[in-house]
């Protein structure tokens, strides 16, 4: 997993994560939001629960698996 910060201060700054991301508390942000298209390979974990918002394209010859024990849910952004 890469880790790249820039200018962190205090409570503010910019992360950028490669790769999978793992939070044990709370999160805050101004929003959120995931790309219109999926271009690299991707496996949901066990047990886990996932909304995406498209549409969405994954892009030929990528695997998006969802395992048996997870839910991936895709809402549309324009019916908010």
Known sequence: MGLITTKVS?????IAVTGSFQATG???AMGF???SSIGNSHTTPHNY???LFGP???L???EFKINTSSAV?????SSF
Do not use: E
């Not at 205090?10 to 910019?14: F, I, L, R």
């Open 49 to 51: 629960n996932s909304v």
């Open 33 to 35: 939001g995931n790309s």
């Open 60 to 62: 030929k010859g990528i």
């Open 73 to 77: 849910k895709i809402k549309d952004i």
């Open 26 to 28: 709370f999160i805050y």
């Open 56 to 58: 969405i394209t994954i």
């Open 10 to 14: 205090g409570s503010t700054g910019h």
